[in-house]
């Protein structure tokens, strides 16, 4: 059975910050794209940042830019959403997602495996 198991969401104050982790079992993602994309209440789910097979390429939303920062370990088959200067507008559920194919995509209907998600909130 393959899952992905996001990790490290919580509670937070504006500035502070905190590391996603994406894990994933029942087969490799070494050759697949993997994205973060997050949902808040009311809102549609949208792209965060994406990184290729290799991790050379990577790509973020504008609103996260210069922020957070997306890594993988292939050898642990783990994915990570590192996020610092966090604002209130950034509490939302997070979720890890991998792609059908190696390089990045940006559209929430384009990844085929999805994560339950972690919720993070970002307090005033």
């Known amino acids: 059975q393959v899952q992905l198991v996001e990790s490290g969401g919580g509670l937070v104050q504006a500035g502070g910050s905190l590391r996603l982790s994406c894990a994933a079992s029942?087969?490799?993602?070494?050759?697949?794209?993997m994205g973060w994309f997050r949902q808040a209440p009311g809102k549609e789910r949208e792209f965060v940042a994406a990184?290729?097979?290799?991790?050379?390429?990577?790509r973020y939303a504008d609103s996260v830019k210069g922020r957070f920062t997306i890594s993988r370990d292939n050898a642990k088959n783990t994915m990570y959403l590192q996020m610092n200067s966090l604002k209130p507008e950034d509490t939302a559920v997070y979720y890890c997602?991998?792609?059908?194919?190696?390089?990045?995509?940006?559209?929430?209907?384009?990844?085929?495996?999805w994560g339950q998600g972690t919720q993070v909130t970002v307090s005033s």
């Open positions: 997602a991998a792609a059908p194919i190696s390089y990045i995509l940006v559209v929430v209907a384009q990844y085929n495996y």
């Open positions: 029942g087969r490799t993602f070494s050759n697949n794209a």
């Open positions: 990184i290729s097979w290799s991790g050379g390429t990577t």
